[in-house]
């Protein structure tokens, strides 16, 4: 369940880098929550969507997205890792996108090679 390739995993670095941005914190003002999708089980907002898939070498990966929320504004964040040749899931891209009038995205982390 907590392994380096687990959503919950993978979800709890995200939101870590997300809170230490500091345009995240200037954007939605802090303190920052992060949770999932809301549930009809007594308001609980602990399903973090996620997605695995294999890419067309072979190589497993996750894409999540959770929400931000500060006492300015509230966010979507989305995550993609995929794993490297040690089979260790690294972080390809966390981007954030606020949701004010001016839709701002925010790019925390781009791994993607060019």
Not at 12 to 26: F, L, Q, S, Y
Not at 56 to 80: C, I
Not at 86 to 114: A, C, F, H, P
Request: charge should be positive; aromatic fraction near 6%.
């Amino acid at each position: 369940l907590f392994s380096s390739s687990s959503a919950n995993n993978i979800y709890g670095r995200a939101v870590k880098k997300c809170r230490e941005h500091d345009k995240i914190k200037d954007l939605l003002g802090e303190p920052i929550k992060a949770f999932g999708e809301g549930s009809r089980r007594r308001g609980r907002r602990n399903l973090v969507s996620q997605m695995p898939y294999t890419d067309k070498e072979g190589r497993k990966g996750m894409r999540v997205q959770f929400h931000l929320q500060g006492s300015r504004n509230r966010a979507v964040a989305e995550v993609d890792a995929r794993e490297n040749e040690s089979g260790t899931m690294e972080t390809r891209y966390i981007i954030v996108q606020v949701e004010d009038w001016l839709r701002n995205s925010v790019v925390v982390e781009d791994n993607r090679r060019k």
